[in-house]
């Protein structure tokens, strides 16, 4: 799916599909770890507990650390779960795709540098 920087999804509780300009769209995890690995961006989800939250995140290389695995231990992957870098509290997190309301791409700046 070839997006501009500037595109914003959005859809409403409950929803699996996400619009832009006028075309129903489905994201996947996939889809979503693509455009964190191209810069900062801005996910609005719904909590595990009902509440929203806003989060600035990427994955793009040279801005998130180096993964130094600490224990033996593996965990099965989800599908429907994204893990990121939070920019703002510089701590990995995570967001389920089936709980994303909102997701922009945004320029990167002085407070979110390349």
Known sequence: MLLSDTTTFSRQKGERLLMITGKVLE???GE????LKQGPCEVTFT???G???????????????????KTDRTKASNDDVVSVWD?????????????VTSFKEL?????YPR
């Open 51 to 69: 509440e929203s939250r806003v989060m600035m995140c990427t994955l793009e290389e040279g801005v998130v650390p180096q993964y130094e695995k």
């Open 107 to 111: 320029a990167h700046s002085e407070k």
């Open 47 to 49: 909590k595990v507990n």
């Open 87 to 99: 920019l703002d509290k510089s701590a990995w997190r995570s967001f389920t795709v089936s709980s």
């Open 32 to 35: 979503y770890a693509d455009k």
């Open 27 to 29: 994201m996947t995890k």
